[in-house]
């Protein structure tokens, strides 16, 4: 067996069961919430679907193993978009049930044939959490890279859809504290190393000053100690990478922060997903609870797929 299928199968079944939880909630606010929290997988709610449906989130996350177990290239992905989009690539039962706006967009301008790197939104606007809900496999692909090609691609990658520079630096973040994840590193002392790590590789780049303070909160100050009231969750890149952060932080186990996630509101699904390929890398497929994962949908294609991804990536390695 190959040495990356458990981490490969932690990250693509964190990300769905994550977002399979926050689906029936989804919109719904945290004070609602708190009176009715999400304690188990359900079924209904929000979009009317059985327990165990993910969403775009993982629909485009998949999308992006699949280009990664071939020979991975940009143009790839963006079939597999495409063909999500068209003609219900990897849905779980067969159907688009969302999709974000400027992600929506992005997928018209690759199916005119514009150049990947030039198909997504690069204004200032275009900051909602849909590169960095779909990211997480790459870690595997870059996790070998010097920094700048790490930096590079992620680039790349989220521009497909996303190409303003701080949905690529949330991406970056995120997969920065995966690979360290991946390495077995506890999650208190790589949040630590990204601070000191991260602010001079970006000045180095010399990206502009106004953006990397915007991630201050998780770059200067202790993010954990923060209230949840402090954290939001809704569509806003910033907010959603903060929230993942904090819900890994704050809890002990891969259900207490995939529930926390979700049990925040609004964008929950998205929160969910997020936090849950964080929670699935560090506490292991093993910890994801068996009765959320019998109930996720497509579960045999999905652990297919992550055997497809494993050789590929061994083999090329
Ligand atoms: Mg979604």
Known sequence: MSLLLPQIRSVLFGVAVGDALGVPVEFVSRYALRRNPVTDMRGYGTHFLPAGTWSDDSSLTFCLAEALSRDFSLKTLADNFVRWARQNYWTPYGEVFDIGITTAEAIRE??????????GCAEESCNGNGSLMRILPLVFYIKNMPVAQRFDITRKVSSLTHAHIRSIMACFYYLEFAARLLDRTGPFLIYEQLKKEIPPFWKSLKLPRKEINLFCRLLDDDIYELPEEEMKSGGYVLDTLEASVWCLLTTASFKEAVLKAVNLGHDSDTTGAVTGGLAGLLYGFD??????????????DIENLARRMAKKLTESS
């Not at 690759?110 to 198909?119: C, N, R, S, V, Y």
Request: overall charge negative.
């Open 287 to 300: 910890n994801i609870p068996d009765e959320w994962l019998r109930q996720i949908a497509r579960f045999n």
């Open 110 to 119: 690759l199916e005119k044939g514009t150049d990947p790197e030039q198909a």
